[in-house]
Nanobody
Framework: QVQLVESGGGLVQAGGSLRLSCEAS????????MAWFRQAPGKEREFVAA??????YYSDSVKGRHAISRDSAKNTVYLQMNSLKTEDTAVYYC??????????????????WGRGTQVTVSS
């Protein structure tokens, strides 16, 4: 079983930046994808970004502002969030699994989840 632990959340003003980290411990393989999802109060969990063997993927809402990267040696994935908006406020969850290229966007494609880290963007 893989454990995922997120860090790096916090409070930031609109227009600012934050970097989230997620470290995976346990058995992972070369095709183990890692992704970020977020959930705002009263809303469903939504896809943010993913890094898999086939490339990187972003939601339209963060494309061009956020960047996902991965350090395989450290088993860690990062989400650099720039030009933050108040609508980016949510709990951010790290996810891991072996999704197909088509399914990287869906929560059901991931087996492993972190506990989440709060990101709050103030106006």
């Amino acid at each position: 079983q893989v454990q995922l632990v997120e860090s790096g959340g916090g409070l930031v003003q609109a227009g600012g930046s934050l970097r989230l980290s997620c470290e995976a411990s346990g058995r992972t393989s070369a095709n183990y994808a890692m992704a970020w999802f977020r959930q705002a109060p009263g809303k469903e969990r939504e896809f943010v970004a993913a890094a898999s063997w086939s490339g990187t993927y972003y939601s339209d809402s963060v494309k061009g502002r956020h960047a996902i990267s991965r350090d395989s040696a450290k088993n860690t994935v990062y989400l650099q969030m720039n030009s933050l908006k108040t609508e980016d406020t949510a709990v951010y969850y790290c996810a891991g699994g072996r999704p197909s290229t088509r399914s990287v966007y869906y929560t059901t494609a991931y087996n492993d989840w972190g506990r989440g880290t709060q990101v709050t963007v103030s106006s």
